[in-house]
């Protein structure tokens, strides 16, 4: 018969490779918000906010997008070395886009508001590339 003793160690190994394991493939869970405001073909406001999810989200993950790594160690400045790939990323998400015209005396007035509502994205951080998904 084998002894409880001898298999303490083995069992504290395989014990501490699947919580390294589990903790080393957690996703950092991040609150998204857009919104973009031109009035009269002039851009008023560009604001673009991320923030860490202080609770988790719920949701499955969508859409994933996933970006090559240059030395970022987090989101902001993942997504401002990778604007024009995530914003691409963000429209096929869903954006709300609210326009008005007005003519008054032959003067042409307009306004366009685009938003996208803040979303929660999924980021696991590899050490070649970021996978972001959309959770739904």
Do not use: W
């Amino acid at each position: 018969m084998r002894s409880r003793d001898g298999n303490k160690a083995s069992l504290l190994a395989v014990c501490s490779i699947i919580f390294f394991l589990s903790s080393a493939l957690q996703a950092a869970e991040y609150l998204v918000s857009y919104r973009y405001v031109i009035k009269d073909m002039i851009l008023y406001n560009d604001s673009f906010l991320i923030s860490p999810a202080m609770k988790k989200c719920n949701g499955t993950p969508q859409r994933s997008l996933d970006l090559i790594l240059k030395g970022e160690d987090n989101l902001m400045q993942l997504v401002s070395n990778n604007n024009e790939a995530f914003r691409k990323f963000i429209e096929k998400i869903g954006l709300e886009i609210d326009h008005k015209e007005k003519t008054t005396n032959f003067q042409n007035s307009s306004s366009t508001i685009i938003t996208m509502k803040t979303s929660c994205f999924k980021v696991d951080f590899n050490d070649n590339f970021a996978k972001i998904s959309h959770l739904k």
